[in-house]
């Protein structure tokens, strides 16, 4: 690969490296300060790990009551900043909070490596830890007035190097506590989080801002102690911690959370059968779990029903409710008018039933969570809501889902995809779309999955191939027309070199012999030489001919050598020193040590035409008896020598002549050296050196061209 | 000729590099990484296993990636997780299902792969094999020491309630039997008068449980098979404002109810040693991978846990929870 080549692939590395650090520094750039679009219902740029994350109102809503539902967002870069976020608690008991300098987020209760701050209702405790696919708390500090559900507090987090402040407010008293923490090594950066565990939550008006000592030490001076990493650890450690915490809010008023309403035994009614007759106007009991918060559906053993319920508190997913009212029908279904709702427990998972298409499609489904399978034939979308036709071999049905928080995985869904998506079936309220025979109603964008992709004759991604196929061929014909050129590049160049070649030798001895015919011309025109001085010129003139032929073999000996290697290239200068005289030569001695490889054209001409030129100037000037021709292999380079036991000459590097310097420039050309020795008497040596070159691309022009 | 042998350098070149890196590539050594699966990730129960695992897994060079479940689909999450180590050719793979069958395909599928799994805890179905071992607490020995407990509270004669009884748990019925064969052994004329499956809430044990109250006024103690189920019963036994009268036993620890332990709304505790169990799940893993025999079940005793030894020395070492493997 020559100079020119390198630079080429340097350039294109260098390119290609730069772009991507230009994307990776895009992509991770200091962003701050960050504003959440809650307000314009946007939330493209949020990720959710687990939970069922819905925006509504301008507020994101989490409504589920998993342990560890995580929404991420931001740059990894983000170091030391101030996080703030108005927060508020759905559901009895739980913890709400926030979490920053985050990485390796993924779907789990603790699987992240970061720091949560949050607000715990159970023992009204502000608490604060750090994550790393496991927990370790801070000591937590009490949130003064007490947590409680449905209430809006804003949280302030400042992280500064290893040491996090944050300052939890109550919106609706004004109330504030503060807490401060510090561990010994920590994330130095990271993203920024809203988490909930074992209930539900809601936040809006979150910003980042840059923030620094001023700012941390201004929260952090209110705290009134500072915690690190700690619990649980030890059982009695932590246990004792807590009821000191538990004293200590009793000791302040604040009112432990008040335990789930004992359940009146009373007269149940089973979903399914009060369902079989709506049209009876009678009260009826439902006891269930909540499967769906809006519209809200709750479902027993028997069946599952939708839920109207005016003054309904806020519930989470898997809340278990005592519900009474009226069954009213509703096209081929019903739903429960509720008179009252009352919340019996929390965190009573309900698994959805596989069922086929028409199985959902014949009604026994109608209000239960299920889950199938089926092909996304078109997808649309209004407002925040997102509707997906599905087809199997049997119905037609649509998913919808409302509130969808971020466009990315619904982006993913393609049309031809085979999907399995979750949620409520709801068939038979006359309101499904033509040509669908029922709808699922799909809690949030974790309910859908993609079994598999579209099919690979998928019209768009027929179009895809055909811009890769064009991309291919554009990239071929593109490497053709650069070999082209480079290919006429190398034989113009071989072409410039012939004609220097042709000019300094043939031209020159031809232009010689020219003159001198000349100069007899003119002699016999003016009579001025007699006879055999004329003769004399003339035979003169015949050797000049004879000598310029000779020089005309040798260069074309030189244009075709037959071979590359090494062996071949002793023969062909014993060859070419042959046709230089007809009288007996001096004895040729050729000797090859090391083991033979092969050696780019390139470096083969310059040895070649080096050891011509030796072995001219020893034929003209050396009175030599003997000649060696030694050509060496070494690992990482080859050697030529020419040596004689001539008269020798005074060599000074200084005062090089003609011929010695087109050797050495021509050793120069292929990267290599020359070393020339020599004393009066004594003899001489010349040795050039050169590394083998590559062989390929060359060698392919040589062949080409020969 | 040039061309010739510059070909067949090429090739030469492609078999001595290139090939020999495809074929690494194809079998690239294991991830030093032991996937630990547990049913919860956050009960003091796994806590304890995360410790021993991560202690051991430090002494052998290992790192624990510590992931479970956190909602309803449990055993999908449990399923996604081992296929996610099967993918990334983890070193082993420590399981502890939330079903005794749901689990046995990829399990199947882990071992085809030659990955050490333990599985943690009551054993699959599946049976033991070079790269498969079983490390759970003695199920038998459970059973017998909450039958003495019982008898102890409830004397010689009285009626109890056995709560949380699932066949699709792993391990329940087999401690439920455990339990009985004790008690009828140990105190026949304690009667069991009432049996409750297991629910899925602790809300719900708590609506069966004080069903049950009613029915039986007479009823001395429960013992609860598992965590949901003893806070149920802790919770009807309060609501029923028969904290102290009717005495409840409990099977495996959390920090909740180690509190209520302290409080005396708990009586006792069976308490597992996950630590040491999650230490001998690596060592098994170490062991399959390093070609040695590895024993097919280790089973590790349990002890019972009350307010008079909560804070023993011995007891506070069995349940600690420092995961971090320097600890």
């Known amino acids: ?706 | 000729m040039i061309v010739s042998v510059s070909r067949v350098k090429a090739w030469k070149a492609i078999a001595v590099g290139v090939l020999p890196a495809l074929l690494a590539g194809c079998h690239t050594a294991p991830r030093r990484v032991v996937s630990a699966i547990p049913s919860n990730t956050t009960d003091a129960l796994f806590v304890s296993e995360h410790a021993g695992l991560a202690r051991e897994a430090a002494k052998n060079g290992l790192s624990v990636y510590w992931n479970g479940p956190n909602r309803e689909a449990g055993i999908s999450r449990q399923i996604a997780l081992t296929e996610r180590a099967i993918a990334d050719n983890d070193f082993g793979i420590v399981l502890s299902p939330v079903a005794p069958f749901a689990l046995d395909s990829v399990v199947e599928r882990a071992l085809a792969k030659k990955i050490p799994v333990v599985i943690l805890g009551p054993p699959l179905r599946l049976a033991p094999h070079e790269n498969l071992s079983f490390v759970s607490g003695d199920i038998e020995r459970t059973g017998q020491l909450a039958a003495g407990r019982i008898h102890a509270l409830v004397g010689d004669a009285g009626e109890v309630a056995l709560v949380g009884i699932d066949p699709m748990e792993p391990g329940s019925t087999d401690c439920a039997r455990a339990f009985e064969a004790a008690l009828a052994k140990e105190a026949p004329r304690v009667r069991i008068v009432s049996r409750l499956v297991g629910t899925l809430s602790a809300g719900q044990t708590e609506m069966a449980v004080s069903q049950a109250l009613e029915e039986h006024p007479k009823i001395a103690a429960i013992y609860a098979l598992n965590l949901n189920d003893t806070r149920g019963a802790a919770g009807a036994i309060h609501g029923a404002g028969r904290d102290g009268q009717v005495k409840l036993v409990g099977n495996n620890q959390s920090l909740d109810l180690m509190m209520q332990v302290r409080h005396g709304t708990v009586d006792a505790l069976i308490v597992q040693d996950m630590r040491s169990m999650g230490e001998q799940a690596v060592r098994n893993v170490v062991a399959a991978r390093a070609g040695q025999s590895v024993a097919a079940r280790s089973l590790f005793e349990p002890v019972l846990l009350t307010r008079d030894n909560i804070d023993s020395e011995a007891m506070q070492q069995r349940v600690k929870l420092d995961w971090r493997p320097q600890s």
């Open chain 1, 1 to 706: 690969m020559n100079r020119r080549k390198l630079a080429t692939v340097g350039a294109i590395t260098l390119c290609v490296a730069a772009v991507v650090f230009a994307w990776r520094w895009w992509r991770d750039r200091d962003t701050l300060p960050y504003r959440d679009s809650f307000a314009k219902n946007e939330a493209a740029e949020w990720v959710a790990y687990g939970g069922q994350w819905q925006i509504r109102s301008g507020t994101v809503v989490n409504r589920s009551n998993e342990d560890g539902a995580k929404l991420v967002t931001g740059s990894r870069a983000w170091r030391d900043y101030e996080l703030d976020a108005d927060l508020k608690l759905i559901g009895r008991e739980g913890n709400v909070g926030v979490i920053a300098r985050v990485s390796d987020e993924e779907m789990g209760t603790d699987s992240y490596n970061g720091y949560y701050v949050g607000l715990r209702s159970g023992d009204s405790a502000f608490v604060v830890g750090r994550a790393d696919h496991g927990w370790l708390g801070g000591r937590p500090t009490l949130m003064r007035g007490g947590v409680r559900a449905g209430v809006w507090y804003r949280l302030r987090v400042l992280v500064v190097g290893c040491r996090l402040a944050a300052e939890a407010t109550n919106l609706t008293t004004g109330e504030t506590s503060d807490l401060s923490f510090e561990e010994q090594g920590c994330p130095a950066r990271g993203r920024i989080g809203l988490r909930s565990i074992g209930v539900g939550g809601a936040w809006k008006s979150v910003q980042v801002i840059p923030a620094g000592e001023a700012q941390w030490r201004a929260i952090a001076s209110r705290a009134a102690f500072t915690t690190h990493p700690m619990y649980p650890i030890r059982e009695d450690d932590y246990n004792h911690m807590l009821e000191a915490l538990q004293q200590q809010g009793l000791k302040s008023g604040i009112a432990p959370v008040p335990r789930n309403e004992p359940m009146p035994v009373g007269k149940v009614t089973s979903i399914a059968s009060a369902k079989a007759s709506a049209t009876s106007t009678e009260e009826v009991v439902f006891r269930g779990v909540v499967t769906l918060t809006s519209p809200l559906y709750i479902q027993d053993e028997t069946g599952g029903v939708e839920v109207r319920a005016p003054h309904a508190p806020e519930l989470n997913l898997g809340d278990e409710v005592q519900v009474e009212g009226a069954i009213m029908p509703d096209g081929a279904s019903a739903y429960l008018q509720a008179n009252s709702l009352r919340v019996l427990g929390e965190r009573t998972p309900v698994s959805p039933i596989a069922v086929t298409s028409s199985q959902a499609a014949d009604g026994s489904f109608d209000g239960r969570l299920v889950q199938l399978s089926g092909t996304l034939r078109a997808k649309s979308t209004d407002g925040d809501a997102i509707t997906l036709r599905l087809a199997d071999a049997e119905e037609t049905f649509l998913a919808v889902e409302h509130g969808v928080l971020s466009p990315g995985p619904v982006d993913a869904w393609t049309p031809g995809s085979q999907l399995r998506v979750r949620g409520i079936c709801r068939v038979g309220h006359g309101k499904e779309q033509s040509g669908a025979a029922f709808t699922i109603l799909v809690r949030a964008t974790d309910d859908v999955d993609v079994l598999r992709g579209p099919p690979w004759w998928a019209p768009h991604l027929i179009a895809r191939y055909i811009l890769v196929l064009l991309g291919l061929v554009g990239l071929s014909v593109y490497l053709y027309v650069r070999a082209e050129r480079d290919k006429m590049r190398a034989i113009l160049g071989e072409r410039e070199r012939l004609a220097h070649e042709m000019h300094d030798t043939l031209a020159q001895s031809f232009a010689g012999v020219g003159f001198h015919l000349q100069g007899v011309r003119n002699s016999l025109r003016t009579g001025s030489l007699a006879l055999p001085a004329v003769l004399e010129k003339l035979d003169v003139a015949c050797r000049m001919v004879t000598r310029t032929h000779r020089e005309a073999s040798a260069e074309i000996a030189a244009l075709h050598p037959g071979t590359s290697d090494g062996a071949d290239l002793l023969t062909a200068l014993e060859r070419s020193t042959h046709a230089m005289v007809d009288e007996s030569l001096p004895a040729m001695k050729l000797v090859r040590e090391g083991t033979a490889r092969g050696v780019s054209p390139a470096v083969r001409d310059a040895f070649f035409q080096v050891g011509r030129e030796s072995i001219a100037n020893i034929l003209r000037h050396s009175s030599a008896t003997e000649i060696v021709l030694r050509l060496r292999y070494e690992p990482r380079s080859l050697e030529l020598e020419v040596s004689d036991n001539g008269c020798g000459f005074r060599y000074d590097e200084r005062a090089e002549d003609f011929g010695i310097r087109g050797m050495r420039r021509r050793m120069e050309r292929v990267h290599g050296s020359l070393r020339i020795e020599s004393e009066p008497g004594r003899g001489t040596r010349v040795a050039a050196r050169a590394s083998y070159g590559t062989a390929r691309f060359t060698g392919r022009l040589r062949k080409r061209r020969v």
